[in-house]
């Protein structure tokens, strides 16, 4: 008796549609993603219930012949691919040949076509039989219509969610097609309400303010790498706006959609010590990857891919994002107008060409230490009327530092309420937080030591003798390398108490029997802080960091100033604390005039 049998083609559609026709979003993905591959500048989206009664998609695009059109709804036809070497380096969207006769095989699909100077051609297919194809009136594109899908697969149907749900779904789909094609212009409309209305984007801060508006766009970094053959750009979202609610998370290599969450994982790696715990942030990135270094055709939608070298794809992610927040853009700001954005020499890929990855290069990003920011310091200049450098801690005058510089005008630093110290740069003014910023420069110097091998300490003329709850003399035996690590001698002196022999000395004011004690009671009760660290040195630098920093309220010398401006700028990341808040918060000079009613 005969087993094995060739099925019918209609029934081997079927099947195909089990796996690229999903929900009504796999149809709208599969057919705008033909129309950007047929050259479409202008995509036309409407959906009925949910696109469960109907879903139509009109592009401007290259169109079809007859022949092409009758062609096209056959398995495995396709005008993408004609090779092995064409499938390894893959530059389109679709290559497969399956989406629209599997489509067809579920559905009643009229497909309407027209190349440029030709005659329309109108084809009609109920549940992947041709009902025949007659001439149309039509402008060059495609326009398919996909009615009553699953309606011969009730089985199907009965999965699918409420017209909102499938509703929502779609409109990720045309997001995420969205944001990687800036050139082209996008329109959904859902029961005849108008959802999304993209026009063609010069750039991809644009097309995030048009889809998400202005004052998310205007918290986004620019982001760029380019090592080892792995090129890494986009946006991300600043470490102070980034909340604990939803996200937008998107993924591209080679213009193309993916989801990776190892990927995601990466780059929020490098969010490290910039946000509070649980806090989650936004990103777009956009990969580039040598022709072979990627697998696109790992899964039916394209909706995953495989990297030939993923420790190196995910260290570069991390790196990439890493090296954003440590710019000048990822610090805090002021300034509150609608619509306010960097420039656009900084702000991703560009419109009128590909994306990144499919052919396309990101957007020349200046380096950050290109960048003519801060005035070089000079010899104090005191002028009549002014206070002497380092006098007048008033809370009202503040305490003035000003320069002379060689072919510049006069610049100053001042603290204020013995707390914050004012820079006037050559954009505007930073608004620094001496607290915040020590805690950043102990941080990373405390790290810097740990990998050295420690940190010099001074023998102590007195030793300190500390009583310690059960809990923070447990601590303080676990961490007594980890303490001598970080300028800490102690030794256990029976019951719960340890004799201090020597400690730290980072600054004229610090309290070392205080810092230790409070140190030790956050390590023993735990906090969101210690919760953040990835390892027991950076759980200790974290806290030693935030102990040990000069707190507000404490009057600075004009040395003092300078030497923590200096050493705040030479940190990896100067704009942020390890609790993630913000060291610096900008204020620009158009903010200003626009608050004075300097601007219109």
Same mark, same amino acid.
């Given at each position: 008796m005969r087993r094995i049998r060739v099925l019918p083609d209609t029934l081997?559609?079927?099947?195909?549609?089990?796996?690229?026709?999903?929900?009504?979003?796999?149809?709208?993905? %599969?057919?705008?993603?033909?129309?950007?591959?047929?050259?479409a500048t202008r995509i036309d989206v409407s959906v009925r219930n949910g696109g469960?009664? @109907?879903?139509?998609?009109?592009? $401007?695009?290259?169109?079809?012949?007859?022949q092409d059109a009758l062609l096209a709804l056959d398995r495995h036809a396709t005008s993408k691919i004609g090779s092995e070497e064409e499938l390894r380096a893959v530059r389109t969207f679709g290559f497969r040949g399956e989406a629209l006769p599997s489509m067809a095989s579920v559905s009643r699909l009229t497909l309407e076509t027209a190349e440029a100077g030709g005659v329309g051609t109108r084809v009609r297919v109920s549940a992947?039989?041709?009902?025949?194809a007659e001439d149309c009136a039509r402008q060059p594109g495609t326009t398919v219509t996909v009615g009553n899908l699953f309606f011969n697969v009730p089985a199907r149907a009965k999965f699918l969610k409420s017209a909102a749900v499938e509703t929502r779904a779609i409109a990720d789909v045309m997001t995420a097609l969205a944001l990687a094609n800036l050139s082209a212009g996008f329109n959904l409309e859902s029961n005849g309400r108008t959802l999304m209305e993209l026009p063609p984007a010069r750039d991809l801060v644009a097309r995030s303010a048009a889809l998400w508006g202005d004052d998310f766009a205007s918290a986004l970094v620019p982001l760029s790498l380019d090592a080892g053959g792995v090129g890494v750009a986009g946006l991300v979202e600043r470490p102070d706006a980034a909340l604990t609610g939803p996200r937008r998370v998107h993924l591209f290599v080679g213009g193309r959609p993916f989801r990776d969450r190892p990927l995601v994982s990466a780059a929020e790696r490098g969010y490290r010590t910039t946000v509070p715990q649980g806090a989650r942030p936004s990103f777009l990135l956009y990969l580039d990857l040598a022709p072979g270094a990627v697998d696109v055709n790992v899964h039916p939608a394209k909706a995953e891919v495989r990297f030939r070298d993923r420790r190196a794809m995910e260290a570069s992610v991390e790196q990439a994002v890493r090296e954003a927040l440590s710019t000048l853009e990822s610090a805090a700001t002021m300034d509150t107008r609608p619509g306010l954005r960097p420039s656009a020499t900084r702000e991703g890929p560009a419109a009128g060409s590909r994306?990144?990855?499919?052919?396309?290069?990101?957007e020349t990003i200046p380096d950050p230490g290109q960048l003519a920011l801060f005035v070089p310091a000079g010899p104090p200049a005191t002028e009549p009327g002014q206070p002497e450098p380092g006098a007048g801690h008033d809370h009202?005058?503040?305490?003035?530092?000003?320069?002379?510089?060689?072919g510049e005008r006069r610049h100053a630093l001042w603290q204020m309420h013995d707390t914050y110290i004012l820079a006037e740069t050559r954009s505007g003014l930073l608004i620094i937080d001496q607290h915040a910023a020590h805690?950043?420069?102990?941080? %990373?110097?405390?790290?810097? $030591?740990? $990998?050295?091998?420690?940190?010099?300490?001074q023998r102590l003329l007195f030793p300190i003798t500390l009583r310690l709850s059960a809990a923070e003399y447990a601590v303080a035996e676990d961490c007594r390398s980890l303490l001598a690590q970080a300028g800490f001698e102690t030794e256990p002196f029976g019951g719960r108490t340890v004799i201090v022999h020597a400690a730290?000395?980072?600054?004229?004011?610090?309290?070392? %029997?205080?810092c230790l004690r409070d140190m030790l009671a956050e390590l023993a009760e735990g906090s969101e802080l210690t919760q953040a660290a990835r390892n027991q040195y950076e759980r200790l630098a974290m806290t030693f960091a935030c102990k040990a920093a000069i707190k507000a309220g404490q009057?600075?010398?004009? @040395?003092?100033?300078?030497?923590?401006?200096? %050493?705040?700028?030479?940190?990896?990341?100067?704009?942020?604390?390890?609790?993630?808040?913000?060291?610096?918060?900008?204020?620009?000079? $158009?903010?200003?005039?626009?608050?004075f009613g300097r601007h219109g």
């Open positions: 081997a559609n079927q099947i195909a549609a089990g796996e690229v026709v999903e929900r009504p979003a796999s149809v709208v993905k %599969e057919l705008v993603e033909n129309a950007l591959d047929a050259g469960k009664t @109907e879903i139509r998609v009109a592009d $401007d695009g290259h169109g079809m012949g007859r992947g039989r041709v009902m025949g994306p990144v990855g499919r052919g396309a290069s990101p009202g005058n503040g305490a003035l530092v000003s320069t002379d510089v060689p805690e950043r420069i102990l941080f %990373e110097a405390l790290m810097r $030591d740990f $990998d050295a091998g420690g940190r010099p300490s730290p000395n980072p600054h004229p004011w610090f309290h070392a %029997e205080q009057p600075l010398s004009r @040395e003092e100033m300078l030497r923590l401006f200096d %050493e705040l700028f030479s940190t990896e990341l100067p704009y942020h604390d390890v609790h993630g808040r913000p060291t610096v918060i900008r204020l620009s000079v $158009d903010e200003l005039a626009r608050r």
